[in-house]
């Protein structure tokens, strides 16, 4: 079946832009997680949600980061005011149920502040 | 604190050699789990095995099979007769057993040349 989806898949903004990043988690997958990579580092984990509830947004850098899943299904990580430290490469991972299966990640949104 | 650690950052072999990639984690729990994900050029993570605590037997799939030992802390995968395809970026991740953000190491930089 189709798997995780994500877009853009490549993003330019300008210092100070706001940017919207999409995901499409398998259907059916309960749990959604955000991950930041940065270039030549594993990645790192930002926030998840189950259902349309976001329980652990302890990952998200600052408040300019936003995420959201409103009906359970599709998320949109929003960053607002980006800056050059931003510039990564966005997962977006999704699992059947919540932990401990394993997680399918979409191929990303590469996102460049200059 | 959790920590997984992969020494070495690029390893270089030649097609039918075999390889082994090494993961050193660190953790309080009695219960977690271990991961293997590839990343090949193309960007997208592929889940490739999941490990709990308390199942420390050997697996095999194929050409990949999986060394784990508790008591070295290592969950170190091992590639036979490798092959051009196996390029990529390999990452070790662990998840605690109350938790489920996955905390990945910095990967390991396979080329396999022909």
């Known amino acids: 079946g189709a798997g995780v989806s994500q877009s853009p898949r490549y993003k330019v903004a300008k210092r100070g832009q706001d940017v919207a990043l999409r995901c499409d988690p398998i259907?059916?997958?309960?749990?959604l997680f955000w991950y930041q990579q940065a270039l030549g580092q594993g990645p790192e984990f930002l926030t998840y949600?189950?259902?349309?509830?976001?329980?652990?947004k302890s990952g998200l850098p600052s408040d300019r980061f936003f995420a959201e899943r409103p009906e359970g299904s599709v998320s949109t990580l929003k960053i607002q005011r980006t800056q050059q430290e931003d510039s990564a490469v966005y997962l977006c991972?999704?699992?059947?149920?919540?932990?401990?299966?394993?997680?399918?990640f979409g191929p990303g949104t590469r996102l460049t502040v200059t | 604190a959790q920590k997984v650690t992969q020494a070495q950052t690029e390893i270089s072999v030649v097609e039918k050699e075999d390889v082994t990639l090494d993961c050193v984690y660190e953790?309080?729990?009695?219960?977690?789990?271990l991961f293997w994900y590839k990343q090949p050029p193309s960007g997208e993570l592929v889940f490739l095995i999941r490990?709990?605590?308390?199942?420390?037997q050997n697996e095999i799939s194929g050409r990949y099979s999986w060394n784990f030992q508790k008591s070295t802390s290592s969950f170190n995968f091992t590639i036979t007769a490798s092959q051009v395809v196996d390029s990529a970026v390999y990452f070790c991740?662990?998840?605690?057993?109350?938790?489920?953000?996955?905390?990945f190491g910095k990967g390991t930089s396979l080329l396999v040349t022909p």
């Open positions: 490990r709990n605590s308390f199942d420390e």
């Open positions: 953790t309080r729990d009695t219960t977690y789990y």
């Open positions: 949600f189950q259902n349309e509830a976001q329980l652990d």
């Open positions: 991972a999704s699992s059947f149920r919540d932990y401990p299966y394993e997680q399918y």
């Open positions: 259907s059916g997958h309960v749990s």
């Open positions: 991740a662990l998840a605690p057993n109350s938790g489920y953000a996955l905390n």
